[in-house]
């Protein structure tokens, strides 16, 4: 019996078939079904626009209808993260972005932050509108809630830092969490002010959740200045989990009076300094080119030689610019561990060479 989602099996058998890789060849189908539909593709995961708010001066929700694709390749839990890729002025641009809501099949919903001077988020803030086409690809990250839930949960969030733990905040309200006995969810989060507070209005509208407002550039919240001990009595003593997301200074904080708090910073890590260059050779061998090392990480020292490796986040998150090494020693510039298996892929963005590097780029 032929039914309505039989279609699109159906529909995938004959685009992946021998005969049409023939006759869409050597640019592919997805080159040609995008132009009826941009979402349209076998092998791309992308997202249309489907709505847009501006609640905050400074920030932009999209709300994201994902193909096909990118649902086949998993399910992002609450608190993980994705790449979104947008074309500016001519250029593919990747960054990495924590939804805002619970875990949905198609539906995603991001709320991006704009920073002072930021490429992309300045771009989405201006000119995002509902048909857009992007591109989205599933990342994961391991900031999210335990198989086993805690019965009571203090999240601490800061500017655009709500987005990953309101994902987990409305996964628990979904799931009746407080309805248990001895349950209990307590929310903290902190703006620079109550017009750049996001989710007020759904923050206030959730039952059996304690939210609390801090206002750090003026303007009268539930808290005065910065996250210490009278803050934490306020919210939630002694809580059974802690989950903060924010500025290195937010989370730091956090972590002072709950030294278990799972954390999470969207501000890019301290790297080590540059290792000293080493004066070997870094070998990018897809382009034929040979540098001399200066010490600084490969993906600088790839554009200096005038390559233009795809990258993202530039702090080891979102994944974009891993390359595979296909020899040579090198040092991770957050961690300061030193590899030298070969065949290994490395994020060259917080990575450098150690004496004579081979790169597949």
Known sequence: MFTETSKPRLRDRVLRSA???????????????ELVEPTWTLGDARAKIVAVR??????????????????????LAAGQ????????DGRRRTRCYSPANAENDRLIELTVGVHDGGLVSGHLHRNARPGMVVGLE??????????????????????????????????????????????????????????????ADQLAAMTGVRVLHGFTRGGSGDLVGRFDADHLALAMPNP????????????????????????ESFVPPVFAAPTAASGGTVTFAQSGVEITDDGRS????????????????????????TRRKTSGAVKNLITGAVSTSDGEDVQICVTAPVGDVALAL
């Open 19 to 33: 005969l049409v890789s023939v006759l869409t060849g050597p640019h592919g189908v997805d080159r040609y079904t």
């Open 54 to 75: 501006r609640d905050t001066p400074r920030s932009v929700t999209l709300t994201l209808e994902s193909n096909a694709v990118f649902t086949q390749r998993g399910t």
């Open 81 to 88: 993260h994705v790449n979104l890729t947008v074309e500016v």
């Open 138 to 199: 599933a990342v994961g990250g391991d900031f999210v809630l335990p198989a086993e839930r805690p019965k009571r949960i203090l999240f601490v969030s800061g500017g655009s830092g709500i987005t990953p733990v309101l994902a987990m905040l409305r996964t628990l309200v979904a799931e009746r969490h407080t309805d248990q006995d001895g349950a209990e969810i307590a929310f903290i989060h902190y703006a620079r002010t109550p017009a750049d507070a996001c989710y």
């Open 240 to 263: 059974d989990s802690v989950f903060v997301c924010g500025p290195p200074a937010l989370v730091e904080a956090v972590r002072r009076h709950c030294p278990d708090a799972r954390s």
């Open 298 to 321: 490969l993906l600088e020292q790839a554009e200096a030689a005038g390559l233009t490796p795809e990258s993202g986040c530039r702090m080891g998150i979102c994944h974009t610019c």
